[in-house]
């Protein structure tokens, strides 16, 4: 089974990371149950992991526009014909969350310490419903980031190790 190329990995794994960290982390914070420091921290830290993960994100979108992976030999048609959907709601609904946050921001976005970027909009109506937008898209985001992992895990579980062709390999470390 052919694996892909390391540029494609580090992307993904990347992103995935931050991702879900930034779902994870953004819904605990919805729900109230964090304790009050940890919610009073996460907010400024997601906004800055997702600033930075935006050129990454772009770059991995070109990336996959450039490169189209081979189906692995032994998956039916149907079934890589519903992998190549699945991955296009990942990067639509992906693309959203990040622009959506971006538009919503209402004060200067602070990376870190390191750079500072103006809000793009003025606070208001218009911010309100791109907040609204991105909790939405979130919320489909990580059903579809479930449906994925649980396809990844279905294909493992009936032979097929989806996931080696997204790992490294000793030589690439």
């Known amino acids: 089974m052919k694996r892909y190329p390391p540029l494609a990995m580090a992307l993904h794994w990347l992103c995935a990371a931050v991702m879900l960290w930034a779902l994870l982390s953004g819904f605990a914070l919805a729900s109230g149950i ?8 996460v907010p400024p830290l997601n906004v800055a992991l997702t600033t930075l993960l935006v050129p990454f994100w772009l770059l991995r979108l070109l990336n996959r526009i450039r490169f189209r992976m081979p189906p692995p030999a032994s998956m039916p048609a149907r079934g890589w014909k519903m992998a190549r959907r ?4 990942l990067y639509a609904l992906g693309s959203l969350s990040l622009l959506s946050g971006m538009l919503m921001m209402e004060r200067a976005v602070d990376v870190f310490g390191w750079f500072t970027l103006a809000a793009p909009l003025p606070p208001g109506s218009l911010t309100r419903g791109f907040a609204r937008v991105h909790f939405a898209s979130n919320a489909v ?9 649980a396809a990844v895990v279905l294909h493992h579980r009936r032979g097929l190790p989806i996931l080696w062709r997204m790992r490294p390999s000793q030589t690439e470390l």
């Open 86 to 89: 699945g991955h296009l709601a």
């Open 141 to 149: 985001l990580a059903l579809a980031v479930i449906a994925h992992i």
């Open 34 to 41: 964090l304790p009050p420091a940890l919610a009073k921290a």
